[in-house]
């Protein structure tokens, strides 16, 4: 049975870094969670580093904006690594070609802009699909209403042409609110299941934990042992498969995505909790319903 603690204080002494999710773990998309920031500024008041990583599509700057609007102060973390600046890396190469066909919404556009630590976006133009060389995914046209069965036929035009597709931010679903949305993974999927290639840079994939390592290495001057650090997540298949892939410890927190799988009303209910876990085949260093 994996075990469940009631306070990430039980456990955090044993760890010089977290590795914290966003998105169904520190927040919700439209508020903080008092209990999950507390939790984080007593791991850091006692000299812990708390690093965000978050399949967030947008660049680290845009993630801290939307953090100051959702009331998380600068100073609660020390580094932010997302799945965008991951992506963006890969874009830049020019691996994708220079003309791309963008689906996602508007407030995903700061994907594109250029950087000068990534010269080769500013090559990069968005055009319709019949010109494109590849596809970006950030998210939905609109998540609010759609669902990737809208996106048939972009994608069969796309398989049909051979247009690679990267994906910028591989959740399938999130939590705003209450209500539950489609996320840019759920859009790559799709593309697979059409015959189509899918290419990821967030959790579970290795590229975002590169960035992390590298961001957490710029930070401390030094390599920290993997043993020393944590992975917080909500995300069964992305949070805690890739700590478990990147040989990692993780506190899975089983109130998001997983609330109904786990049973979790406050806490998780143990026994639907192990079923949870043995049916997606992955193990987690301990778990709790929500961060506090």
Known sequence: MTRIIERFDEISDGYEVAFVDLWGCLHNGVAAFPDAVSALEKFRDKGGIVLLLTNSPRPKASVER????LGVSRDLYHEVATSGDSARAALGTGSFGSKVYHIGPERDLSFFAAS?????LADITRVPLAKADSIVCTGLFDDQTETPDDYAAILL?????????????????????????????????????????????GKPHPPIYDLARNRLTALTGRVVPDKRIICIGDGINTDIRGALVEDLDSLFITGGLAASDTGTDGQPDPEMLQKFLNTAQIGTTASMGHLR
């Open 66 to 69: 939307q953090l100051d609007r």
């Open 157 to 201: 035009e796309a398989k049909n042409r051979g247009l690679r597709m990267l994906c910028a931010n591989p959740d399938l679903m999130v939590d705003l609110g209450h209500k539950r949305i489609f996320c840019a993974g759920a859009i790559a999927a799709a593309y697979t299941d059409r015959g189509g290639e899918s290419l990821y840079f």
């Open 116 to 120: 000068d630590f990534i010269p080769g």
